[in-house]
């Protein structure tokens, strides 16, 4: 979990080769004679005394942790008057602390700056009291009162712009905390702070944490959650809850996203590499159910052919029998079993055991007779195998796309040839576009999808109609910095590969559409990207395409919840003849803390 990241001698590698590097800067100038906290935390985010020593610090301890990332934290009950420095500060004592909470101290020790997983994650970095020596004053004393967040508190700008002479990096800034919700958290890192009753926007996730808003009419959407819409809208409400009780102690609740933190929950404002500014609750609130169920997607009419992508989260036959049957009834019922369904993460035979197996026929096997067994249709399957290690994902898994069609709605094209390295090509048959091999590969050798799912291109025909299906899984957002990086805007590398992903897609698309201008042509899969990314717009360059989820109201364009932020990374992309549809996002899993894949299917119908 967040709280877990070990602290170890490294840590002050890592600040040398950020401070050599200007991640990181101090004054030599600052005195560390009597300093109280807030002189520690100065009025930017990094230490005017980073690397000095410092002696007799007072204040009161207001958490300790015990696990994870051992120490505590304490504040000075007797503020200054400057809103930019933080009266609290975290002592990392390595060891279980022999501090209580109300435990009236004086700390001596070193003043680090340690950056949750590394200089090159991009993240801010945590002021801190390192090789601490403790004197306890006295106990029992009252815990200073708590800041409340709230909506009213926190800015509605989200970050300050790093400059080019800083290589877009904020850590040099003076923090401006009632413009900048960054800065704002930021002037209360390690302090006792609050919020009040406040809905989750987030579900628990297996690390024990959640996410609530304290700005419920940020850009809400009807089923609870905070909509993500735009790289300059990040939703400034979001705070991340973990607590400081060990698990073992007392279980942390169980949320799904529209829930409602009832009461008060209260403790230090820490910050992780998971999520940021984070509230280490020392005072829980209540769970109150919001009574949000998963969604089903009505049935398609008889002239209508459904088509539907659905990333179901490294499937192989080691997983039990209960997800299989979970995402079967899901396809039957959920998805009201669409006549087309394009499947992402389809691992192959044997999981993430790596040995060479390719083949995912019995994960596929398994899964068809799932479905049946919850009433679907007989499903038919097509894919092609990739080469054993090269498309990513999970080590060992080699994870795939796989069409499942009903033979009782659609036929399917084969045209035989396809293999994981040789390209179908757009080709005429009878005036239609069609495909030159069907199962077959996009572009498989394009430097584009090294190390990365290539897309699977297959041809079917409903009631007589051709449609070109195109199922896809672009490269994930690995590498990519978060919202709260130092960096702002945050370096979003991953999105150079999509990129190239989305241009070559964008080519093959043109090239059917110049044989057919009416060609019925379906993009679909986890894109891996927003409906507002470039990686869309190259996808759609010169009107080859529309993302069909755009034809939602904005509150309800999303698939996927990260920190708070429900988004989109699944799609539908239509070619301009299917301009006559109707879409769905199907919530079923990704607002919920049990989740049978983290990814919402798609469906799209339409009459061909």
Same mark, same amino acid.
């Given at each position: 979990?967040?709280?877990?990241?070990?602290?170890?001698?490294?840590?002050?590698?890592?600040?040398?080769?950020?401070?050599?590097?200007?991640?990181?800067?101090?004054?030599?100038?600052?005195?560390?004679?009597?300093?109280?906290?807030?002189?520690?935390?100065?009025?930017?985010?990094?230490?005017?005394? %980073?690397?000095?020593?410092?002696?007799?610090?007072?204040?009161?301890?207001?958490? %300790?942790?015990?696990?994870?990332?051992?120490?505590?934290?304490?504040?000075?009950?007797?503020?200054?008057?400057?809103?930019?420095?933080?009266?609290?500060?975290?002592?990392?004592?390595?060891?279980?602390?022999?501090? $209580?909470?109300?435990?009236?101290?004086?700390?001596?020790?070193?003043?680090?700056?340690?950056?949750?997983?590394?200089?090159?994650?991009?993240?801010?970095?945590?002021?801190?009291?390192?090789?601490?020596?403790?004197?306890?004053?006295?106990?029992?004393?009252?815990?200073?009162?708590?800041?409340?967040?709230?909506?009213?508190?926190?800015?509605?700008?989200?970050?300050? @712009?790093?400059?080019?002479?800083?290589? @877009?990096?904020?850590?040099?800034?003076?923090?401006?905390?009632?413009?900048?919700?960054?800065?704002?958290?930021?002037?209360? &890192?390690?302090?006792?702070?609050?919020?009040?009753?406040?809905?989750?926007?987030?579900?628990?996730?297996?690390?024990?944490?959640?996410?609530?808003?304290?700005?419920? *009419?940020?850009?809400?959407?009807?089923?609870?959650?905070?909509?993500?819409?735009? +790289?300059?809208?990040?939703?400034?409400?979001?705070?991340?809850?973990?607590?400081?009780?060990?698990?073992?102690?007392?279980?942390?609740?169980? #949320?799904?996203?529209?829930?409602?933190? *009832?009461?008060?929950?209260?403790?230090?404002?820490?910050?992780?590499?998971?999520?940021?500014?984070?509230?280490?609750?020392?005072?829980?609130?209540?769970?109150?159910?919001?009574?949000? &169920?998963?969604?089903?997607?009505?049935?398609?009419?008889?002239?209508?052919?459904?088509?539907?992508? +659905?990333?179901?989260?490294?499937?192989?036959?080691?997983?039990?029998?209960?997800?299989?049957?979970?995402?079967?009834? $899901?396809?039957?019922?959920?998805?009201?079993?669409?006549?087309?369904? #394009?499947?992402?993460?389809?691992?192959?035979?044997?999981?993430?055991?790596?040995?060479?197996?390719? *083949?995912?026929?019995?994960?596929?096997?398994?899964?068809?007779?799932?479905?049946?067994?919850?009433?679907?249709?007989? +499903?038919?399957?097509?894919?092609?195998?990739? &080469?054993?290690?090269?498309?990513?994902?999970?080590?060992?898994?080699?994870?795939?796309?796989?069409?499942?069609?009903?033979?009782?709605?659609?036929?399917?094209?084969?045209?035989?040839?396809?293999?994981?390295?040789?390209?179908?090509?757009?080709?005429?048959?009878?005036?239609?576009?069609?495909?030159?091999?069907?199962?077959?590969?996009?572009?498989?050798?394009?430097?584009?999808?090294?190390?990365?799912?290539?897309?699977?291109?297959?041809?079917?025909?409903?009631?007589?109609?051709?449609?070109?299906?195109?199922? @896809?899984?672009?490269?994930?957002?690995?590498?990519?910095?978060?919202?709260?990086?130092?960096?702002?805007?945050?370096?979003?590398? *991953?999105?150079?590969?999509?990129?190239?992903?989305?241009?070559?897609?964008?080519?093959?698309?043109?090239?059917?559409?110049?044989?057919?201008?009416?060609?019925?042509?379906?993009?679909?899969?986890?894109?891996?990207?927003?409906?507002?990314?470039?990686?869309?717009?190259?996808?759609?360059?010169?009107?080859?395409? +529309?993302?069909?989820?755009?034809?939602?109201?904005?509150?309800?364009?999303?698939?996927?919840?990260?920190?708070?932020?429900?988004?989109?990374?699944?799609?539908?992309?239509?070619?301009?003849?299917?301009?006559?549809?109707?879409?769905?996002?199907?919530?079923?899993?990704?607002?919920?803390?049990?989740?049978?894949?983290?990814?919402?299917?798609?469906?799209?119908?339409?009459?061909?």
């Amino acid at each position: 979990m967040p709280s877990s990241v070990p602290r170890t001698a490294a840590i002050s590698a890592v600040v040398a080769a950020a401070l050599a590097a200007g991640l990181l800067v101090g004054s030599s100038s600052a005195s560390a004679a009597e300093v109280r906290i807030h002189g520690i935390q100065g009025s930017g985010r990094i230490s005017p005394l %980073v690397g000095t020593a410092v002696a007799d610090v007072p204040g009161i301890v207001t958490g %300790v942790r015990t696990y994870g990332s051992r120490g505590f934290w304490f504040q000075d009950p007797n503020p200054d008057k400057d809103a930019a420095t933080s009266e609290g500060i975290f002592v990392f004592t390595n060891a279980v602390p022999t501090v $209580a909470v109300g435990d009236s101290i004086k700390v001596s020790g070193t003043v680090t700056e340690y950056i949750p997983g590394g200089a090159a994650s991009g993240n801010q970095s945590l002021t801190q009291i390192s090789s601490p020596k403790i004197t306890v004053v006295s106990s029992g004393n009252k815990v200073p009162a708590p800041v409340t967040i709230s909506a009213k508190s926190v800015p509605a700008a989200y970050a300050p @712009n790093g400059t080019a002479a800083t290589g @877009n990096s904020i850590n040099g800034l003076p923090l401006k905390p009632r413009s900048y919700a960054l800065d704002y958290y930021e002037s209360l &890192e390690g302090m006792n702070v609050r919020v009040g009753t406040s809905r989750v926007v987030g579900a628990t996730d297996p690390y024990s944490e959640l996410w609530v808003t304290v700005k419920p *009419s940020e850009n809400a959407n009807r089923r609870g959650g905070t909509v993500y819409g735009g +790289y300059d809208d990040q939703n400034t409400g979001r705070l991340q809850i973990q607590q400081l009780a060990p698990i073992a102690e007392q279980p942390f609740p169980k #949320a799904d996203v529209g829930d409602v933190l *009832s009461g008060d929950t209260e403790g230090p404002l820490d910050f992780n590499q998971f999520g940021g500014y984070t509230l280490t609750a020392r005072t829980l609130g209540e769970v109150t159910g919001g009574g949000a &169920e998963p969604e089903t997607t009505r049935v398609q009419r008889g002239d209508e052919l459904a088509v539907a992508t +659905y990333n179901v989260e490294n499937l192989d036959p080691s997983d039990p029998q209960e997800k299989f049957d979970a995402l079967a009834g $899901a396809v039957v019922s959920s998805l009201s079993s669409p006549d087309i369904l #394009a499947l992402e993460e389809i691992q192959d035979d044997n999981g993430a055991k790596d040995d060479g197996i390719v *083949s995912a026929d019995a994960t596929i096997a398994k899964f068809k007779a799932a479905i049946v067994a919850a009433g679907g249709p007989a +499903y038919e399957a097509r894919t092609i195998d990739p &080469e054993n290690k090269t498309d990513g994902g999970e080590p060992g898994g080699n994870i795939r796309q796989v069409f499942l069609f009903n033979p009782e709605r659609v036929s399917f094209t084969d045209r035989a040839g396809g293999d994981a390295t040789t390209a179908t090509e757009a080709v005429s048959k009878g005036g239609d576009a069609a495909l030159s091999l069907s199962p077959g590969r996009i572009d498989p050798t394009n430097a584009a999808w090294e190390n990365s799912r290539k897309p699977l291109a297959g041809e079917f025909t409903f009631r007589g109609e051709p449609v070109i299906v195109i199922a @896809n899984h672009f490269a994930s957002k690995g590498g990519d910095e978060s919202l709260v990086s130092h960096h702002q805007p945050p370096n979003r590398i *991953s999105e150079a590969q999509r990129h190239l992903q989305a241009k070559s897609v964008n080519t093959f698309v043109k090239d059917l559409l110049a044989i057919q201008r009416k060609a019925n042509v379906l993009v679909v899969g986890d894109i891996n990207d927003f409906e507002f990314s470039a990686t869309t717009k190259t996808l759609t360059a010169d009107g080859a395409l +529309y993302p069909a989820i755009k034809s939602l109201p904005a509150p309800e364009r999303y698939s996927y919840v990260y920190q708070g932020n429900s988004q989109v990374l699944d799609q539908i992309l239509t070619s301009p003849s299917i301009d006559d549809f109707d879409y769905d996002s199907v919530h079923i899993n990704a607002e919920f803390a049990d989740q049978n894949s983290d990814h919402d299917p798609q469906v799209l119908r339409f009459r061909p």
